[in-house]
């Protein structure tokens, strides 16, 4: 009885291939049925492409599958449970197609003096806002803002986000919500562009990297958020896209630094960091390896984009000094 | 490609599908299983598919070298599997050590610095590939089909971070024809089980906890500091199992049984108690090709006891990677089993047997959760003034309000508490759930796979291990 109970159980515990599949397929279409709703929206944030496209072909019917036999009603109710509500539509995107008229030309920044003086008691609020390039030097410009004991900054960053994919993320309506805290940051370091020399959506279509009416597009997409940040009186840090180790992709940083720079110019309140020379060898060039004060250091991350903690901690050092051109801060 | 991602479902799915439809047709099912290996291993970078090949023909011709009677190719494979895992891992180490050096005696030197891309997993196929040379030349294995070893060291499950596998534990398991037997059960068990660990509970002590800390320690107050530390502890566990759990589902649904590599590694009693817990692959391959020969090579008490520990453990810090805080993690640990191994003969030459409380366990395993905490500070920092920074600043700040997330606390004590509980506390419900059909378990996964999406962040973070 004992050994027939046992063969049994053997059974039971193992079978064949098919078997395999069996319960794996119908896992993985269950799984998927259930969360058809979360997985279009992944395709949708995907960049504009034919990986994009065909993602959104396939999930488009498994989501309308999932809500005709209401197995969508689960993940919502679970995304309710968990404060996790459908994000709202993207804010709309700022009025693109002409090029921002030169309003008027930055002048001088204003001079210490006419911004109040950070103390230990009320230090400075900076907050270091972008991608995933904002993950490593956003730490380090915390701790460099601690040391100096006059201003503390917070580090919120996004994977994958920025600017050309609203859809994704939404940085002009999550940056709203950080002005309207009872005490605003009064210095925003801003680090955008990583993810940005892709494809994006304006009223008027479709516009591809490289295109004149995607540099418009992005441009007032960039003037946009410069305008919101400002807009209270705060002070705008924007961090250039450093130096990469593909060619290809440094030419598309440099591209959008050059957007940077000329936008910033035309904002008042907004300085524009290079972090360009920063992370170039004596001949202008990429290297991992730069000299510092502890001898050659390891400046990038094996990706060729990313910073190491040497990096973070050079570019952060650089945004210091620039906050310290306009507030006093030892 | 990662596990946690839909690229690798559709793979899973698809090489599940070729292993049922090639069964009964060994020779093809292996053909397929390479090729799964280089959808998988190639979905990082083309580049890395002809690495893993000319490592399998190189290797592949040594062994059947060896086997011939030319046992002095052994050294040589074996030095030639370590050059190149040396050339990628430790070149720019090596060069700015050196330099670093020379100009702290006042010589300039600028040596030629190479950005050398570290290719995924280089570290685990190299100890694969020794040991396949090893057992080749001790016998336990015989020299294999250039498609067996191809098929070994690129099976997609382990290939990016293990487990380490043997090929004489490995290569049987290949199919020769007849019906193979799948715990299909324990397979969709562990891979729920890893997915959970992984995408929901790692992920959120990456982001919410351990970044912030690690990133920026001289910002946190010391109870932050201690919070933070042990998060991470509970963090390259789950993250580190968690990984290891997919891999050894994802085999098992094949057929193969992967080795285990955890085994509840914090509530050893012991630092040499941990290392039989914790990496257990890795540990055996320490031990028996490094750690045995070492010891072998002299009688003498200072070596066996205390070089030896300490001078395995340095090396097992460098495997790690390519940093003096990783050789700093060696050799705390390192020094901690040669103290153990002394206090353990000291007693025995005083008559003195080891006590076996349940006060002497628990004490045993807080010191030791302790010392392997003062590893993962080494381990998880960027360089060892960081390290500093944290381990000062424990001492600061105590009696000011905590500023971490409010589940931080439940989740760890979850997790070490998981580590107390006996196997049988919880053998009842994975029983249950491999008893029942391929309905019950495929809805069980498909309602385990909303939870999971539900409750994990967008997007998933690579695996820790995959640095390495």
């Known amino acids: ?242 130096v990469a180790r593909s060619r290809d992709y440094s030419e598309r940083m440099a591209h959008l630094d050059e957007i940077y720079r000329t936008e910033a110019t035309r904002h008042p309140g907004v300085r524009y960091v290079d972090s360009w020379p920063l992370f170039v060898d004596e001949d202008g060039h990429y290297s991992a390896y730069l000299e510092t004060g502890d001898g050659l250091t390891l400046m990038r991350q094996a990706d060729g984009i990313h910073l190491s903690r040497a990096g973070g901690d050079r570019l952060a050092a650089a945004v210091l000094d620039a906050l310290r051109l306009d507030w006093r801060l030892p | 490609m990662l596990f946690p991602t839909p690229a690798y479902a559709v793979l899973l799915l698809a090489v599940l599908l070729a292993s049922w439809l090639l069964s009964s047709r060994p020779r093809a099912w292996r053909v397929m299983l390479l090729l799964a290996g280089a959808v998988f291993y190639g979905w990082f970078s083309p580049r890395l598919v002809l690495l893993l090949a000319v490592s399998a023909v190189a290797n592949w011709a040594v062994a059947h070298g060896i086997a011939r009677g030319h046992r002095r190719l052994l050294p040589l494979g074996v030095a030639a599997n370590l050059a190149v895992l040396a050339w990628f891992k430790y070149y720019g180490f090596f060069v700015t050590s050196v330099a670093d050096a020379l100009t702290g005696l006042g010589i300039g030197l600028h040596p030629p610095l190479l950005e050398v891309v570290l290719p995924l997993g280089i570290s685990f196929l190299t100890f694969q590939a020794i040991s396949y040379l090893v057992e080749v030349r001790r016998e336990i294995t015989p020299p294999s089909s250039l498609l067996d070893v191809g098929v070994w060291l690129s099976f997609f499950p382990t290939v990016t971070a293990g487990p380490i596998t043997r090929p004489s534990e490995l290569l049987p398991q290949l199919p020769d024809g007849t019906r193979v037997r799948v715990p299909v059960g324990e397979g969709t068990w562990l891979l729920a089980r890893g997915l959970a660990k992984k995408v929901v509970l790692a992920s959120w002590l990456l982001t919410e906890v351990t970044d912030p800390v690690f990133g920026a320690p001289a910002v946190h107050s010391g109870p932050e500091l201690l919070l933070g530390v042990y998060a991470y502890a509970a963090l390259i566990y789950l993250d580190f199992s968690g990984y290891t759990d997919l891999a050894r589902g994802s085999a098992l649904l094949l057929g193969i049984r992967l080795p285990e590599n955890f085994r509840a590694p914090y509530a050893a009693t012991s630092v040499h108690d941990f290392w039989d817990r914790w990496h257990m692959t890795l540990s055996r391959w320490l031990r028996d090709f490094l750690f045995t020969p070492l010891a072998k090579r002299s009688r003498a008490h200072w070596w066996r006891s205390v070089a030896v520990p300490v001078l395995v453990m340095l090396l097992a810090g460098l495997w790690h990677g390519a940093a003096w805080t990783f050789v700093a993690f060696g050799a705390v640990h390192g020094v901690a089993l040669a103290w153990e191994r002394l206090r353990r003969e000291h007693r025995r030459a005083a008559g003195r047997p080891r006590r076996d409380t349940v006060a002497s366990r628990a004490v045993g395993r807080l010191v030791t959760f302790h010392v392997v905490c003062l590893g993962w500070v080494l381990f998880a920092s960027e360089s060892l003034q960081q390290a500093w920074v944290l381990l000062r600043g424990l001492g600061s700040g105590w009696g000011v309000s905590l500023d971490v997330p409010a589940l931080l606390a439940p989740l760890l004590l979850a997790v070490l508490v998981a580590q107390l509980l006996p196997e049988r506390a919880t053998a009842w419900s994975r029983a249950a759930y491999r008893r029942s059909g391929p309905l019950l378990q495929g809805a069980a996964l498909g309602v385990a796979l909303l939870l999971l999406d539900a409750l994990g962040p967008e997007g998933v973070a690579p695996f820790l291990y995959y640095r390495f």
């Open chain 1, 1 to 242: 009885m004992h050994q027939k109970r046992a063969a049994k159980h053997r059974r039971h515990r193992t079978s064949g291939r098919g078997q395999a599949l069996l319960t794996v397929s119908l896992g993985l279409a269950l799984g998927t049925l259930l969360n058809a709703q979360a997985m279009l929206a992944t395709a949708e944030s995907l960049e504009l492409g034919r990986e994009r496209d065909l993602a959104v072909a396939v999930m488009e019917p498994v989501a309308d599958l999932s809500h005709v036999l209401r197995l969508d009603v689960p993940r919502r109710e679970l995304d309710e449970l968990l404060g996790r509500e459908a994000e709202p539509a993207p804010s709309p995107a700022p009025a693109p197609v002409t090029t921002p008229e030169p309003v008027r030309t930055a002048g001088p920044s204003p001079s210490p003096s006419a911004l109040r003086v950070p103390t230990g008691r009320d230090p400075l609020r900076i907050a270091v806002v972008g991608d995933s390039m904002a993950q490593v030097s956003g730490q380090s410009l915390v701790r460099l803002a601690d040391e100096v004991g006059v201003a503390r900054a917070e580090l919120d960053f996004r994977f994958s986000s920025g600017l050309t994919r609203p859809d994704f993320f939404d940085w002009p309506r999550h940056l709203a919500t950080l002005l309207e805290r009872s005490r605003p940051p009064e210095a925003f370091v801003v680090f955008f562009g990583a993810n940005d020399a892709q494809g994006m959506e304006t009223p008027e279509g479709v516009a591809r990297y490289g295109s004149p009416a995607w540099d418009r597009a992005y441009r007032a997409r960039v003037a946009a958020v410069m305008a919101q940040l400002t807009a209270g009186g705060a002070r705008v840090y924007w961090v250039g896209q450093p």
